[in-house]
Structures are given as C-alpha cells and as structure tokens.
C-alpha cells in the first residue's frame, strides 16, 4: 500500500510499505477514506526528530470503512464506517475507567513514562503505524473505533479522530463561568474548533493569532479576534476588552513552536541536529519549548481564572512564573485530549445538517495521498492559505 513516511527533519515521502495484518484478536484493518495533517504532526516533521526511524508511518487522523475484523471484536464489522481516535486505548484499565483514555494503562509507554499509545507518534508514544496511509491496523478495535452513519461527506465525522474532542476538552477544563469570557491563542484547526465550541456554549471568544487568513476564518465564525503581528502587548488589549480584568479563561491551542522567541528555536534545532541518543537526553532534559505564548496566557487570564494549555509541550525545564501564577490564582488544566470521554458530547453537533459547528468550514486543501508532501509542506509554512489539510485516497 502507498503511506506517508518519516525520512528525517522537514523530510515526508509517500512510499510502497507492505499491507498491515490482524496481529491480535482484537485488532481491526480499516482502509483509509480521508486522513488529516495535524498541528502535532508539525512536531515530529520539525523538533521530535530524534524520537523518530526512517519510513516511519504518520498520522492519527483517520477514518474509513472496516475491512476486517479479529475474533474479538464484536463493537464493529466490515463494511462500517468509522473514526479512529488519535490515542489508542483499551476501555478496562484502571484510567480508561476514569475516561482518561490518554493515560490508558494497557497502552503506557513506559519505556519513556508517557501515556497512552498514538498513532504515528514517534518511540515516544509507542511507535504505532499511523494512520496517513492506504490502510491501518486499529489495536484494541474492541473499543476505540467511532461508528458514524453513511451518507454524509467525511469532513463531517473526520474530525472526531482529534480536532472536536481535543477543542471539546480545552473548553471544557477552561471552566468558562456561564456567560463569561475565553481567549484563544492559536488560530490553528484546534484554536478555531476550540472557539466555535466555547461560542456555542455562550461564551465570548477572542481569538489572537498572526496568520491574516486564520484571522479571518475565526471572525466569520463570530469570534473577536486580536492580530498579534500588529500588536505586541496582547495580553494588555485583552485586559483592555475585558473591563481591565483579562478574560475568565485562556486557551492556549499554540504550543511548544510558538512564533517569536528565538532563544529556544536553537534548542530545537540542536536537537534536530544532534546523534539521536544524545538530542533524546537534550530533548527530556532541557527546556526546548518556546513558552511566550504560555507566558503571555498566564499574563492575560484574569485573578481567579482558567488556563486551559491543550497546545503540545515536550521541554522538562522550561521555566514558569510560579508567583504569577500563585499570586494570581490561577487554575491550570492540560493534558492530551480523552478522545472517546467527548464523542457522545459531539455527535449531536456533527449529526446536524445544520453544521453548527462548521466544520466543512475547516479544511482549505484536500489532496490525494500522493501529494502528502506538499501538503506538509505548505501546512508548516502557512502558505497557500492552508489552515487545515486533509488527504485522500
Ligand atoms: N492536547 C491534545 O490532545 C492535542 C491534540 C491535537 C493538537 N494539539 C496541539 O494543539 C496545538 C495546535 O494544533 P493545530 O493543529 O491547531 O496547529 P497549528 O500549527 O495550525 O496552530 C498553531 C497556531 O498558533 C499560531 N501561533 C503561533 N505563534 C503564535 C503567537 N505567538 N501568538 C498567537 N498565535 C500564534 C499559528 O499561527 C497557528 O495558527 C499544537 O501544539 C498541537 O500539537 C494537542
Ligand atoms: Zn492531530
Ligand atoms: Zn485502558
């Protein structure tokens, strides 16, 4: 089958890799109908390198129709139509009980002491095929597969994989009190989600990012926004339109590669540059993250309020402001998104042809798998105006 495959910094191939098998009884074989490049996947094609192999597969973002099924999957059969969640997860361990399916407990890395396996995620999250490909093995397909009904178009039900549940969640530990205020930094696929998700739920959203046409995106979904290329004091102009406060809640839907702040850039680099075993060291033990945007959250959240970070950190020694953020008061929630935890919140969203959400207002490209580097490629740069890019066969 054709997949999309790691080759090193900045370098993504669409190579001939053999089919995937059932390897467990509850394994299931999708093939892919439409897949996605996400903002994670940016991280491994720039800063994970050395957590990566040669012809690894990417991705995590798919969904398709069942082919075949192992002996104990009961919950699905060929020829359904399904999402797969990003992180892979039993549904019995102990975490998976507290619907914290990012933290399972049968698929812990504990090699690296991180949570839940991911597709196409690196040695990190347990080196999975991922799911930009022709097909996919789906381990414990005895639970995680979301069933969606035939008919509509997949953008409608393609963001179920991560882009709903992720923005689902950092609104949810946002804890907007009702009618209160949020603001978004990161105008990406989940800054935009993130918005539209806190708007329908009541509450006020100002969005700040740099990128004119994700601006504009977030503004015809009726969310303010704030154009940080032209303003260098955000977290002022926020307090400014917050009657001096600062809203009651900050989502920080950036990350570790936030623009502006070169003195981490090197760290990055050096460690994209360094023999693995020793930019593996670097990267656990050394600050690598690019925190201005977490920085700038932390500033802007009211006394009292909510920092949400769903935005990827890897660094281990990235400095905090500890007394602003105690002096403040501030409640910080994070986390990898419980993909599964939000589905049955979703549905009624995606199942209405009303689109309330928007979300086949979401993707500026779809491309054949073949054009997967391009795809990446423009994605990273922001160019072409691409904001979300999805692939199909
Ligand atoms: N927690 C989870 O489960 C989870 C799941 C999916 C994605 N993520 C993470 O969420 C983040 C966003 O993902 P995405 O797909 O939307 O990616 P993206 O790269 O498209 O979005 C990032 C956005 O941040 C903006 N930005 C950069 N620097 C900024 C600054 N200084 N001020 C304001 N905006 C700035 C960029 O212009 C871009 O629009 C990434 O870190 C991704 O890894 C987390
Ligand atoms: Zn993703
Ligand atoms: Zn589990």
New binding site residues.
């Given amino acids: 089958m054709k997949a999309v495959t790691w080759h090193g910094k900045r370098d993504v191939r669409v190579d001939t890799v053999p089919d995937p098998a059932i390897r467990e009884p509850t394994d299931a074989i999708i093939r892919i109908t439409t897949t996605a490049i996400?903002?994670?996947d940016?991280?491994l094609y720039e800063v994970m390198t050395p957590f990566m192999e040669e012809g690894d597969i990417l991705g995590h973002e798919p969904m398709g129709i069942v082919e075949e099924v192992g002996a104990d999957v009961t919950q699905i059969q060929p020829g359904d139509r399904v999402v797969i969640p990003?992180n892979i997860s039993c549904g019995q361990c102990f975490m998976c009980g507290l619907q914290l399916y990012?933290q399972c407990e049968t698929t812990q890395v504990r090699e690296y002491d991180c949570g839940a396996a991911l597709f196409g995620y690196s040695k990190l999250y347990g080196h999975v095929p991922g799911g930009q490909a022709e097909y996919l093995r789906v381990p414990h397909a005895d639970f995680g597969p979301i069933k969606v009904p035939k008919g509509p178009p997949d953008e409608r039900f393609v963001y179920l994989s991560?882009?709903l549940p992720?923005a689902w969640?950092a609104v949810e530990y946002a804890s907007i009190p009702d009618g209160g205020s949020v603001a978004v930094?990161?105008?990406?696929?989940?800054?935009?989600m993130s918005g539209r998700i806190a708007r329908a739920r009541g509450a006020r959203v100002i969005g700040?990012?740099?990128?004119p046409e994700?601006l504009a995106m977030a503004r015809r979904h009726g969310i303010e926004v704030v154009d940080?290329s032209e303003e260098d004091r955000?977290p002022e102009v926020l307090r400014d339109m917050t009657d001096g406060r600062g809203p009651d809640a900050v989502i920080d839907?950036?990350?570790?590669?936030?623009?502006?702040a070169p003195g981490i850039k090197a760290v990055q680099t050096l460690s994209g540059l360094l023999p693995d075993s020793i930019a593996e060291t670097v990267f656990q033990k050394a600050g690598v993250d690019r925190v201005?945007?977490l920085n700038?959250s932390i500033e802007s959240v009211r006394r009292g309020g909510t920092l949400s970070v769903?935005?990827?950190y890897g660094g281990m020694a990235d400095p905090l402001p500890m007394m602003k953020l105690f002096d403040k008061q501030i409640q910080v929630r994070m986390?990898?998104?419980n993909v599964k935890r939000w589905i049955g919140d979703l549905m009624p969203y995606v199942n209405s042809d009303a689109d309330p959400l928007g979300v086949e207002d979401l993707a500026t490209h779809r491309l054949p798998l073949d054009e997967a580097p391009h795809g990446y490629e423009i994605?990273q740069q922001?160019r072409d105006g691409a904001?979300k890019v999805l692939l199909h066969r």
């Fill in positions: 996400c903002g994670s940016l991280h990003f990012s991560d882009v992720t969640q930094f990161g105008l990406g696929p989940i800054g935009q700040i990012d740099l990128v994700r940080a955000v839907a950036v990350g570790m590669e936030a623009h502006g201005n945007v700038a769903i935005g990827v986390g990898q998104a994605f922001k904001i």
